[in-house]
């Protein structure tokens, strides 16, 4: 069903191992063969504080993949042709459609065709057309998102997923369909597509925009299957940053709830950047500070915690015991933050689930 096309992974290898310089020129080279520019790679990496070696060899990668040779053909490895690419739509073009096709175009895995987005917003299909010119459509009609693309996001608000579903003509021999919407269901989907779930035709999916940089891991529902299709719908989803595969929607549901704990973190650092800034500590620093503190403790949570579950409490453990760590928690505790929390998770969970709005009375 998804075509397929061997990527052109040594490029990558090599350009890891030139200098800065040899960085630059490469980017000359390729640029003169693509219309995309130096302003836009900068702006591309502003908003995530990077213009690195990494940038550079994503950014080398794909321009090499859009590179034609005289008769109009895509190079890559294999010397396949363009259209072996794998073809991509956005209905909707929101923050988290933008930062997925972001993404795509960053990663290296999966070798990306093309990609048709709606015009809606018309602030980001712009600045994508922008960033990726040679790979970016931005159409007006959504039906030209489906015969342009093999794969469909739908990134659309909840109340609008069935009729927006509903009007456009899928094509059940070539189609999949991934809906970004919290609460859309997956039978729901189905009888508005046309698509089928026993044919893995139909998916949900939920993100962080972090997937922009490739760092952020997807939650999918249902499991993708085991085979070539699969593995190419499972690649693509990791090379985003990861993927967790849910069996089914009730289990999505659950995962879900700590994606929205995405606000209250940072409603934490705002607050601790307050407190300090209260303390006579300069904005700037604060900020800074604050960041930076909470990515490191992230990552030093983040390893091996898959193959560990227990990662979190042995990280507890670890306090000094009577030390101001082991001390501060144990007092948040005391002050029922915890519980706090949980209620708040409850109430996430029953708004996705339908039994309330999610809304609690305040104490």
Known sequence: MLKRRTGIRFITKALDNLTSYRYSLVILLLLSTSSISIGALESSNKSSGRFSSNTYTRTCTNLAMSASDSDGRAYDTAGSEKNNMLDIGFIGCGVIASSIAK????????????ISVSRRSESKSSELKQLFPDAVTVCDDNQHILDNADLIFVCVLPQQMESVVGALQFDKDRHILVSLSSTSKLMDLVNASCLSLERNQVYRMICLPA???CEATCLLVPKVPGNSDGKRLRDLFDALGGCVECKDEDIMNKMMVTTAMMGPIYGIMRNNREWLVKQGVPAGDASYFVARQYMSMVKDAQVDARENPMRFDELIEEQTPGGLNEQALRNLKLQG????????????????EGRSDGSLNRK
């Open 103 to 114: 993404g795509l175009m960053m990663q290296n895995d999966i070798s990306i065709g093309s």
């Open 211 to 213: 997937v922009a940089t």
């Open 337 to 352: 933050v915890f519980d706090m929390c949980d209620n708040a998770m409850d109430a996430v969970l029953d708004r996705l």
